[in-house]
């Protein structure tokens, strides 16, 4: 079985930086697709960021349009960590942070039809 654990939340002032990590635990899973969500206080769950890895393939990386420019998503060459550095933080950015992984084939990653999720970290961003 496998979990995803998330760390690296905090608070911080408007224009920071913080770097999420997401770890896979338990059973080695092959996944292709990991990804990051986040639920603002009182809002619907969001997608954020989603990266493709394949054996010997490029990994791609896709992005809400809200956290362009801002924001990384990164795997390490085991595909065991998952990285989401964010810069240039603002509050509309505070939310809880999950990560997922095994996103169901055919469906678009903004869907958040993923089969495992962790349990999420908070990210505060204060003026």
């Known amino acids: 079985q496998v979990h995803l654990v998330e760390s690296g939340g905090g608070s911080v002032e408007v224009g920071g930086s913080l770097r999420l990590s997401c770890a896979l635990t338990?059973?080695?899973?092959?996944?292709?697709?990991m990804a990051w969500f986040r639920q603002p206080p009182g809002q619907q769950r969001e997608g954020v960021a989603c990266?493709?890895?394949?054996?010997?393939?490029?990994?791609?990386?896709y992005y809400a349009d809200s956290v362009k420019g801002r924001f990384v998503v990164s795997r390490d060459s085991a595909a065991s960590t998952g990285y989401l550095e964010m810069y240039n933080l603002k509050p509309e950015d505070t939310a809880m942070y999950y990560c997922?992984?095994?996103?169901?084939?055919?469906?678009?990653?903004?869907?958040?039809?993923?089969?495992?999720w962790g349990q999420g970290t908070q990210v505060t961003v204060s003026t």
């Open positions: 997922a992984i095994n996103k169901t084939r055919g469906t678009p990653w903004l869907d958040g039809k993923f089969a495992v």
């Open positions: 990266i493709y890895t394949r054996p010997g393939r490029t990994a791609v990386p």
């Open positions: 338990g059973d080695t899973v092959t996944s292709d697709a």
